[in-house]
């Protein structure tokens, strides 16, 4: 026992731990006491015991279990914390409790369970004991079976689930234990109890016997309700009630609740597992069900047949099955399988349920088309399927598809669409049957019952009769106020008749309602409200009334179920009352008015009517009056009296007093008697005529408005309006049209047809009298007070002008409200007929959408369409979409009926393609637009899909699904979205963009709405998840929709949720609940709702809401905000504002007016270069349009919201151009202030400014150009470049501009475009402005095409892209155009360009008609007359076009500095002075232009092409005088066909498209291998290799980089152009045609194909290269071998100088002349030595011996050498005799050279060959004259030089002195006033200096250094002042060569031998001579070649040379000299390093 002393010292808890059994039985017992003790339920004593309560129940002890179980239960009961044991606790029970033989232990572990149940853990005990009847031990499953029944049997079926029992009952059905099976019995005994007859659907299928069994007790159940006995701790309000009713015997209403709230609740279908079927259809099931055999139909069929047959079907993409079911129903011609196949459909509606209602829409035409069927079978298939289909959608959805079938022809249908009518409406309440339902269906029917056919007739009466009935009489009565008693018995008979689905009750309560208004049964059916909000509405009648006072008669709205239900949605015409029916009454004839007249009139008074003296008429008139004041209403006869009224004179009557009494007594009749409209039209013709005169004006209204009063204003109206336009009288019509304004402001908009009216109007706003438009105005002010904005929906094609007065109009009347009527609402009103005038009102907007006339688009939404909106093909599937688009936007407005499309946009909706899915997702915004209020029937099968969108990654994407999802909101309702489980399936996703948006998008629409469906708790579980989600914002999103879930599900419902959260989970949760109750707004409540509405309009109304609306929405006046705006989803009709929405906004703008000091312009990092990614990457729109879409200006608007202020851009999108200016003046003031912040926004500005272009207000376009002018003025100050994407998105905009009609415009955009080229490359614009002369527009044309001309005037032809050839060609198109300006401007463009460029111009242009080319040529001969005037105008026009070239140019330096390599960029860094170089680049500039571009135009400059004053040098020659070739060499042959067409092919080889060059070179191809034919080539190889090599260029820098572009194409290319290559150069008379320089391009262009590593990645890359080295060699073999030779020396040294240049290249254009060496002993005597020689001189020159030491290869100098041994080797000494084309040759290496290598040769055979010696002194006599030019030269480049300026003065004038006739005077004349005077100073300074002393000039002079490299300058002087970029300069011999080409080009000395100092001087070597066309072209080609890069890199070339100094000298005489050729060399280099 010492044992036992121990463990009684120990606390309890520890005791129920210990191992001894007697120790925890004690503690067990201590427990319990204590446990039974504590009285706080939160005591901390409970936590000790968490984890003990397990081991109370598992004890292993069976005495200590007992005491523990017992611990337990009370631990249960009392403690807080107990919740957290339950799942243990309840697994410990059932497996450890449940098997004890004791039956003590299952009792206490039965009532555990039950207590935890109690505690509210029913779910995770059920899940418990679910899990128990797995279990093995038929004990255990016995046990939980018996717990489960009594679970049941005490909570009742709303706590405990019934669906998981139901599923395993049949199991345990099928038990071998007998027990099981008993108990099994016994809960499902107890399951019928509570949900009846729901229970046997999931047992059919069990034994037969036990289901016999079963029916057998489930008979002995008692009929009565089942009630909850045991209730939760949540529940003790119901205890109490129900402990209550116990001690009181009787269950009063208390029953009626529960009963209420228990018997709906469960569902047998809920109770069923869904099946899927989708995946067990047959494989073959779609080719089966199409197969022309009707048996395979037949068999496919059955197949779904069998699968729909289960009862809940697993939802799924139905959509392909719904439309082969679809048509068989409709297409099939065996009824047979029409029958099957609606079984199969019935069968889909019943399993899937609402899930269905998406493809109701497709099916219910096809199956109201197919009752034409007259077998019985047939016919009750399609109603079984109907009527499922039915129930699985609503009526409203299927609506349109019904009516539409109404009028069908055939009685059948007709029939069996009255009786579906009818089925339909029993289900129906009268909550979802308003009137705007019943009215076209009412309509419908009426026609029906007077249908020929009885059959059609009876159905129609059982349809109305089932409305009446639903809806109730009040409801219905105004449509039926035209049916004759006979019939409306009929009806009310058939309504007694009907049998309502929903029991008796609403039948019940519309009888009732007749006698008493609203009653709180009635009221109780209203729907979703529920009884309490009305049960208030009645009980407090007290506020209502005054609310109806203050409103001015406007009845109060006693909440809308009330409204709906409680009054049945009375109808439009509530206020005719009992009249209605009396409203026609039947024309009587002349005798019997007479008759009737005579008896209530007085005998004189009839006598005098018509009398000839009008003083007798105005007395009967007078009587007449008295008469009709004394009448009492029913015997007063209107139509007899207005008759006599009518009777001549009648309304002709000539006197207007009398005119005026008759017309009061129209109006007093109408007044006072029962007026029909029978009466109404005798005497509204008159009236109308009457209108608009003078002085009978006024009264003829006031009859008007009576008679309105009597007969109804819609009627009067319609009448009125038409007559008055059917007349001429335009007085008339205004008057009518504002007695119409008046109208309606006094009696309201109900019931008014707006359609009518629309056209109308339409006539009257075209009215050529202005009165007529401005009423017509008016009235439509009036009217959009009560429709809303949707009203101008009606006139978007009205001309603008009278579009923005309507708008004016429109403007002014926002934020007015309508007026409450005045009139006609008194008068027949009984009881609850407010409440129908009162819906009525609130309908009007939606009505207003409703009258659009809508398209049907049905059948153009065809097969085809619908596939390419599938097909594979991204690029087919957006040809689709824009189909859809531009089918939308053409109806406008449209009907439901869109066939496949929503199948087909919404597999769109997750296409892969981003920007498919934004261009779907404008779609649908659109269709929801076009569609209105019908979308609803869309939004389970697009709308959803749309959330899903939300999901997507990227914010534009999931901004424009928002978009989207609110456009259909607006049209549908939240209704339609809330319902069903979709949205809570979204929800469910866990994707975190998805979550935000969704949640965020429900927290702004829940506000609003004032019921939801009861579906909305299927979200609560998901959001509960999502305010715990990872991602913050979705967190956030959660807790801000909390309050709004809240608000329409109450906090227990909320509360009650958390139940199956994790404890710690469920904690948080709670907490959030609880400070979300706290923030809960109201619903929002309905007389606020009214207040805001149109009615609301007396004065102290406006101020009655305000407060309430604020209240409502937790006193929180910013929340308000969005609550405005979603009135309307609340269904408002009210488009205008309300006021306290203007109050509740001024807050707001206070604080953003004083915002507006801030910048304009916030400069977002990197923002511009993520939009460009953006557009380029295709995630935006990109910016191209005809006219600027909705979305793209939406686009922009987002785009710019990151970086314009708020303020501003409100301004920017604002509907009025008044806006547009105050932002363009705001935007003007901040130019200068906020450079970088425009620079940065840039583009978007631009945009903005494109969108600016297309108003039509004149205001803002002078404005926006005088912002464009000011813009790019900054823009180039700043030196800005546009980038690609601001051009493109901007300029052809401002181009259509260039077109306007206004001159001021036309001036101002020229001068933008002038400007434009300053921060643009003019190269770059002329195509655009070439597109421009596509224009349809004349002027644009004309403009454009002068444009052009000053382009090329400004800039040279190297501005003409994409070539010359073409551009000019393009021009010349325009010679013949219709219109004169454009001929004329075309003529003068193409002139400039003659002048600029001379004869090559008729070439380019290519073939014209006879006609064009004679206006041209005659043009051309006017303009040569006055040669003088050309070059001055031009002179006068460069400098203010080109203001200063040289920022352009470096502007277009930037343009290439995204692809230049980065050397470039550290070069154009370093030398960027552009200020001390502007000068000079301009003068070079020019003087480029004139050599370059003159090729033989009159120019008297001429000789200043080289400057050296060369009479030394030829004395004899005297500059020839240029002549005037009157026309190209092959100017003759442009007639002869061959040449002009071969011109033509050749040009297209060039082309950019692939195809065109592809088909040039294919048939140049044929030309070359036809024997005959091929000679016609000849004089156009130069000119095809150019426009081949140029092609290369174009695939190497375009093509190859366009990701777009098939590689296959390029290879094909590719193969194309080495092919017709190869055939050329085997034909070798063609092939020696080949002139140098295209050689040295061709070869250029084919090794950097064999070095393009992207073309061996290309699939057949090396096949391609293998062809290129293929082509190389027959280029070698085959050319003329001194041009080739000659070419690829020129080559080498180019790609050596290149410093970007590959070795690779350098190394292959060496192993050509490698080959080249080989062939020499072969081609040796054909070769021009003398060339190769000068070519190797110039080559050793630039690249002396020690400078080829130093670079990385030694091959370079082993190939020269290997060159020269090889040539000195044939040809021996004699070699020395081809040194003549060198100049100064005793200074050149290579004669040295030479020497040398002559000289080892002749030591080697010891031969001293005299010939050699000879050589050797012929060299040594000729001491050049040119000489002295040198040393000249290097004289002034010293004196230009800052260090060695003194040195070359003192040089100078010892030359002087020494040779004192040499002429320094052409050095000097090209140089400024400054330097000439400075160097005549110095040398006379010097003269006093050194008075005598005389100083030898040494010519040694270093020359100065570029890049750095020090290299000694040879021996030979320098001449050059551009010395190329390594510091290698050129002497003059090479300008001599040149300038003999140049003057060859020019036509100076074409080869004239007969001028024989020149050419001896010059040694002139015997040249091929080449054709000259197309030695031209070359010419100009490479001059394009040149000049484009010129543009770039003059800049970069002057500022490098000024930092060593050459900057001045730049200004020095020999600049004049600037040498072509070597400009090109550097140029190419340059280009090659940018490559």
């Not at 120790?23 to 015991?49: H, T």
């Not at 109370?56 to 017992?70: I, P, R, W």
């Not at 073309?1655 to 060699?1673: K, Y």
């Not at 002429?1863 to 090209?1870: S, V």
């Amino acid at each position: 026992m010492g044992d036992d002393s121990e463990w009684m010292k120990l606390p309890i808890d520890q005791k129920c731990e210990h191992k001894l059994w007697k120790a925890r039985l004690n503690g067990y017992e201590e427990a319990l006491k204590l446990f039974q003790k504590i009285d706080d339920e939160k005591s901390p004593e409970w936590s000790k015991y968490l984890g003990l309560i397990k081991k109370f129940v598992t004890d292993s002890n069976a005495v200590a279990q007992l005491k523990g179980l017992e611990a337990a239960l009370a631990y249960v009961e009392n403690a807080h914390v107990a919740g957290k044991t339950t799942g243990e606790v309840a697994s410990g029970v059932v497996n450890k409790v449940f098997n004890q033989p004791k039956a003590r232990a299952k009792e206490l572990g039965e009532d555990i369970c039950l207590m935890y149940i109690e505690i509210e853990k029913g779910e995770a005990i059920q899940e418990e004991l679910l899990k128990g009847l797995d279990n093995k031990n038929p004990k255990i499953i016995v046990a939980c079976i018996e717990t489960l029944r009594k679970a049941l049997s005490e909570f009742g079926s709303k706590i405990i689930s019934l669906k998981p029992i139901i599923k395993v009952l049949p199991k345990l059905f099928e038990s071998r234990e007998k027990a099981v099976r008993d108990e099994a019995k016994l809960l499902a005994v107890e399951i019928y109890r509570w949900i009846r007859d729901a229970l046997r659907p999931p047992l059919q299928n069990i034994n037969s016997v036990q289901l016999k069994e079963l029916e057998e007790e489930w008979i002995k159940v008692s009929s009565a309700a089942p009630k909850q006995t045991r209730f939760l701790r949540s529940q003790q309000e119901l205890k109490a009630k129900f402990e209550q009713q116990q001690g009181l015997g009787g269950d009063a209403d208390g029953g009626d609740d529960d009963e209420e709230e228990a018997v709906p609740q469960v569902d047998a279908y809920e109770l069923l597992e869904a099946v899927e079927i989708l995946s067990k259809l047959p494989k073959d099931f779609y080719e089966k069900i199409e197969a022309k055999k009707w048996q395979e139909r037949k068999e496919a069929l059955e197949a779904v047949e069998l699968l729909v047959k289960n009862p809940k079907l697993e939802s799924g993409d139905y959509a392909d099955l719904v439309k082969a079911l679809k048509k068989v129903v409709g297409k099939d011609t065996n009824v047979m399988l029409v029958a099957l196949a609606a079984k199969c459909l019935a069968g889909l509606a019943t399993g899937l349920r609402k899930k269905f209602g998406q493809y109701a829409g497709h099916v219910v035409p096809t199956i109201l088309e197919k009752f034409k069927e007259k077998k019985p079978q047939v016919v009750q298939a399609l109603q079984e399927a109907i009527d499922a289909i039915f129930l699985t959608t609503t009526l409203q959805n299927i609506s349109e598809d019904i009516l539409a079938v109404m009028d069908n022809k055939n009685p059948t249908i007709k029939q069996q669409t009255s009786l579906f009518i009818a089925r339909s409406f029993r289900h129906c309440t009268p909550s979802t049957l308003p009137k705007s339902l019943l009215k076209p269906f009412c309509a419908a029917l009426l026609k029906h019952i007077n249908d020929s056919a009885p059959e059609v007739r009876d159905a129609g009466f059982e349809a109305l009769g089932t409305a009446l009935k639903v809806a109730g009489e009040k409801a219905v009565n105004p449509f039926l106020a035209d049916v004759d008693k006979l019939k409306l018995d009929r009806i009310k008979e058939c309504a007694e008749k009907v049998e309502l689905v929903y029991g008796k009750k609403p039948g019940g309560a519309a009888e009732k309602k007749e006698a008493k208004p609203v009653t709180g049964k009635s009221a109780a059916l209203a729907g979703p409200a529920g009884d309490k909000e009305t049960k208030d509405a009645a009980a407090k009648p007290g506020p209502l009334k005054k609310a109806s006072a203050v409103k001015a008669g406007v009845p109060p709205k006693k909440g809308k179920p009330a409204a709906t239900a409680g009054t049945g949605g009375a109808g439009a015409k509530g206020k005719k009352g009992p009249e209605t029916k009396e409203i026609f009454e039947s024309e009587l004839s002349i005798e019997v008015c007479e008759e009737k007249a005579a008896a209530v009139l007085p005998a004189s008074c009839i006598q005098q009517l018509d009398s000839g003296n009008w003083k007798e008429r105005l007395a009967c008139m007078e009587e007449f009056q008295k008469a009709v004041e004394l009448m009492e209403r029913s015997e007063m006869p209107c139509q007899a009296l207005v008759r006599m009224l009518a009777k001549k004179p009648g309304w002709k009557e000539t006197n207007f007093q009398v005119m005026q009494m008759k017309l009061h007594i129209v109006a007093l009749i109408a007044q006072k008697g029962n007026f029909s409209k029978t009466s109404a039209q005798v005497v509204l013709d008159g009236l109308v005529d009457k209108v608009g005169d003078v002085k009978c004006g006024t009264n003829a209204k006031e009859a008007m408005t009576a008679i309105a009063e009597a007969c109804q204003l819609p009627w009067t109206a319609e009448q009125v309006v038409a007559m008055a336009f059917s007349q001429k009288n335009p007085k008339n019509q205004s008057e009518t049209l504002n007695w119409l304004s008046n109208a309606i402001k006094e009696f309201g908009f109900s019931g008014l047809n707006v359609k009518a009216f629309i056209s109308n109007v339409k006539t009257a706003l075209a009215a050529t009298n202005p009165a007529v438009r401005t009423s017509a105005i008016t009235l439509l002010g009036v009217m959009y007070l009560y429709v809303g904005p949707s009203l101008r929906m009606f006139f978007e094609d009205e001309k603008p002008a009278l579009l923005s007065q309507i708008d004016a109009e429109f403007e002014k009347m926002q934020g007015q409200t309508a007026p409450a009527p005045t009139r006609g609402i008194s008068r027949h009103n009984v009881g609850g007929g407010d409440d129908g005038e009162e819906e009525e009102q609130e309908e009007v907007g939606n009505d207003a959408v409703d009258l659009l006339p809508r398209t049907d688009i049905g059948d153009k939404i065809t097969a085809e369409l619908v596939a390419k909106i599938g097909d594979k093909n991204w690029k087919i599937r957006k040809e689709g979409l824009d189909e859809v688009t531009s089918i939308i936007n053409e109806a406008k407005f449209i009907q439901p009926n869109i066939g496949e499309l929503p199948a087909a946009l919404k597999g769109r909706l997750n296409d892969s393609n981003k920007i498919l899915v934004q261009q779907t997702l404008s779609i649908l915004q659109q269709l929801a637009t076009a569609m209105g209020p019908n979308i609803k029937q869309y939004v389970k099968n697009l709308g959803i899909p749309v959330i899903t969108v939300l999901g997507d990654s990227k914010t534009n994407v999931r901004a424009a699904a928002l978009a989207t999802v609110n456009a259909w909101a607006e049209q549908t309702g939240m209704k339609e979205w809330l319902e069903g489980e979709d949205l809570s399936e979204e929800l469910k996703k866990e994707n975190p963009f998805l979550r935000q948006e969704l949640l965020g998008w429900l927290a702004e629409k829940l506000p609003a709405l004032r019921s939801v469906p009861s579906d909305l708790l299927l979200c609560v579980p998901h959001l509960y998840s999502c305010l715990e989600d990872r991602n913050g914002d979705v967190r956030k999103k959660a807790q801000d929709a909390l309050p709004f879930f809240m608000m329409h599900l109450g906090f227990e419902k909320m509360a009650k949720a958390t139940g199956k959260l994790k404890p710690t989970s469920k904690d948080q949760v709670l907490a959030m609940l609880e400070k979300a109750k706290a923030n809960m707004p109201a619903k929002p409540a309905p007389p606020a709702k009214a207040s805001s509405r149109v009615v609301g309009g007396a004065a102290p109304a406006k101020f009655q809401p305000a407060s309430a609306f604020a209240d409502d929405l937790g006193s929180n006046a910013m929340e308000s905000k969005p609550d405005l705006k979603k009135a309307k989803a609340g269904g408002l009709a009210s488009k205008t504002k309300g006021v306290q929405g203007k109050k509740v906004l001024s807050k707001p703008n206070l604080k953003e007016d004083d915002d507006k000091s801030g910048p304009i312009f916030i400069i977002v990092p990197n923002g511009k270069e993520q939009r460009m990614k953006e557009e380029k990457a295709l995630k935006v729109l990109k910016w191209n349009f005809t006219t600027p879409r909705d979305e793209y200006i939406e686009q922009l608007k987002t785009q710019m919201s990151t970086c314009v202020a708020k303020w501003l851009q409100d301004e920017m999108f604002h509907a009025d151009f008044q806006h547009h200016n105050k932002a363009l003046t705001v935007m003007i003031e901040h130019l200068e202030s906020e450079k970088d912040g425009v620079i940065s926004c840039l583009d978007l500005i631009l945009k903005w400014l494109t969108l600016r272009f297309f108003d039509t207000n004149t205001s803002v376009l002078m404005k926006a150009l005088e912002y464009l002018k000011l813009l790019f003025n900054l823009l180039s100050q700043e030196e800005y470049h546009l980038t690609e994407n601001e051009a493109s998105s901007f300029i052809p905009y401002l181009i259509l501009k260039v077109g306007e009609p206004k001159d001021v415009i036309r001036k101002d955009v020229r001068a933008i475009l002038n400007r434009m080229c300053l921060i643009y490359p003019a190269s770059k614009m002329f195509p655009f402005i070439m597109e421009g002369t596509k224009s349809k527009n004349s002027k644009q044309r004309a403009e454009c095409l002068e444009e052009l001309g000053c382009l090329v005037e400004s800039y040279g032809m190297n501005v003409c892209q994409p070539t010359p050839g073409k551009a000019l060609k393009e021009m010349a198109t325009h010679i013949g155009d219709r219109d004169n300006t454009v001929r004329n401007a075309a003529l003068n463009t193409i002139v400039t360009v003659y002048n600029v460029h001379g004869d090559q111009v008729f070439k380019l242009i290519g073939n014209l008609s006879e006609k064009d080319m004679s206006m041209l040529e005659e043009r051309i001969k006017r303009s040569a007359k006055r040669p003088s005037s050309a070059p001055v105008r031009q002179a006068e026009e460069k400098p203010q076009r080109t203001q200063n070239i040289s920022a352009n140019a470096s502007m277009m330096r930037k343009g290439q500095a995204e692809d230049m390599s980065s050397k470039l960029n550290q070069n154009r860094n370093m030398g960027s002075h552009s200020e001390s170089t502007h000068t000079v680049p301009r003068e070079f500039q020019l003087d480029l232009d004139e050599i370059e571009n003159d090729n033989g135009t009159v120019r008297c400059e001429m000789p200043a092409l080289v400057q050296h004053k060369l009479d030394d040098i030829f004395e004899p020659v005297l500059i020839p005088e240029p002549k005037i070739r009157s026309v190209s060499p092959h100017f003759d042959d442009m007639h002869s066909n061959t040449a002009s067409t071969i011109n033509f092919v050749i040009s297209q080889v060039a082309s950019g498209d692939i195809n065109t060059s592809i088909q040039a070179l294919t048939q140049i191809d044929e030309v070359l291998k036809q024997e005959d034919k091929a000679e016609a080539m000849s004089g156009h190889i130069d000119q095809f290799l150019i426009a081949t090599f140029m092609q290369l260029r174009l695939i190497y820098n375009t093509h190859m980089a366009d990701e777009k572009l098939d590689k296959d194409e390029i290879v094909r290319l590719y193969s194309c152009i080495i092919g017709s290559m190869i055939t050329l150069f085997q034909i070798e008379s063609l092939a020696r045609e080949a002139s140098t320089g295209v050689l040295k391009d061709l070869m250029h262009g084919l090794i950097t194909l064999m070095l393009d590593s992207r073309v061996e990645d290309l699939e057949e890359g090396e096949q391609v290269i293998r062809s290129v080295n293929l082509l190389v060699v027959k280029v070698l073999e085959k050319s003329d071998q001194t041009n080739i030779l000659s070419a690829l020396l020129v080559l080498l040294q180019d790609s050596l100088l290149a410093t970007a240049s590959s070795p690779k290249f350098s190394e292959l254009v060496m192993k050509c002349l490698w080959r080249m060496v080989r062939l020499l002993p072969e081609t040796i005597n054909s070769i021009n030595l003398d060339r190769i020689l000068l070519d190797i001189h110039i080559f050793m020159k630039v690249f002396p011996k020690e400078k080829l030491k130093q670079c990385k290869s030694e091959f370079p100098i082993r190939t020269l050498k290997t060159l020269l041994h090889t040539l000195c080797k044939l040809k021996g000494p004699k070699i020395l005799d081809h040194l003549t084309m060198i100049d100064n040759k005793n200074e050149s290496e290579l004669e040295a050279h030479l020497c040398r290598v002559m000289k080892h040769a002749m030591d080697q055979t010891g031969k001293a060959d005299k010939d050699t010696e000879k050589g050797a002194s012929r060299i040594e006599e000729k001491a050049s004259k040119a000489k002295v030019n040198d040393i000249l030269a290097e004289i002034f480049k010293k004196i230009g030089s800052k260090e060695n300026t003194k040195e070359g003065l003192a040089e100078l004038y010892e030359y002087k002195k020494k040779y004192s006739d040499a002429d320094i005077e052409p050095f000097l004349k090209n140089s400024s006033q400054f330097f000439q005077s400075y160097v005549e100073r110095g040398l006379r300074l010097i003269e006093t200096e050194r008075e005598g002393k005389g100083r030898i000039a040494t010519s040694t002079g270093i020359s100065p250094q570029m890049e750095g490299t020090c290299v000694p300058a040879s021996t030979h002087t320098v001449s050059s002042s551009i010395g190329n970029t390594n510091g290698e300069e050129v002497g003059p011999s090479v300008y001599l060569e040149r300038l003999k080409i140049l003057r060859q080009r020019c036509g100076l000395d074409n080869a004239k031998e007969d001028r024989p100092p020149l050419t001896s001087l010059l040694s002139k070597p015997t040249l091929p001579t080449v054709a000259s066309s197309t030695d031209m072209l070359h010419s100009k080609l490479s001059q394009l070649r040149e000049s484009r890069e010129q543009y770039q890199h003059l800049d970069l070339d002057s500022n490098q040379t000024h930092s060593s100094g050459i900057g001045t000298t730049l200004a020095s005489p020999s600049s004049a000299a600037a040498n072509i050729d070597d400009l090109k060399k550097r140029l190419e280099r340059i280009k090659s390093s940018r490559k």
